[in-house]
């Protein structure tokens, strides 16, 4: 089992960043992947990034590149998703996930392809 925990969402105004950090715990070494999804009010989970636990691929939601990034701390075994110019349509909460698969390939984007979530956060951000 891996446990995941989320930190850093809150009150954003449009343009400003906010970086948000899952920390897992438990059988940490059968992750192959981890990423972050978004849900916002009324609509479905979806894809924000998503990166090998143990290496430096990553995989980004087409309409977030450039203001997204996902990284992960070896140092503090974390991984953080540095959201920057937010805009109101990124309020939602958001969730960290993992996955046991060694591919990325298919369904790294899906959210039934994840084995692990966490809690979520909720990241609002005002205009």
């Known amino acids: 089992q891996v446990q995941l925990v989320e930190s850093g969402g809150g009150l954003a105004q449009a343009g400003d960043s906010l970086r948000l950090s899952c920390a897992p715990s438990?059988?940490?070494?059968?992750?192959?992947?981890m990423a972050w999804f978004r849900q916002a009010p009324g609509k479905e989970r979806e894809f924000a990034a998503g990166?090998?636990?143990?290496?430096?691929?990553?995989y980004y939601a087409d309409s977030l590149k450039g203001r997204f990034t996902i990284s992960r701390d070896n140092a503090k075994n974390t991984v953080a998703l540095q959201m920057n110019s937010l805009k109101p349509e990124d309020t939602a909460v958001y969730y960290c996930?993992?996955?046991?698969?060694?591919?990325?390939?298919?369904?790294?984007?899906?959210?039934?392809?994840?084995?692990?979530w966490g809690q979520g956060t909720q990241v609002t951000v005002s205009s």
């Open positions: 996930a993992a996955r046991t698969a060694s591919s990325w390939y298919p369904g790294g984007r899906l959210v039934s392809a994840y084995d692990y």
């Open positions: 990166i090998r636990w143990g290496g430096s691929a990553t």
């Open positions: 438990g059988r940490t070494s059968s992750i192959g992947y």
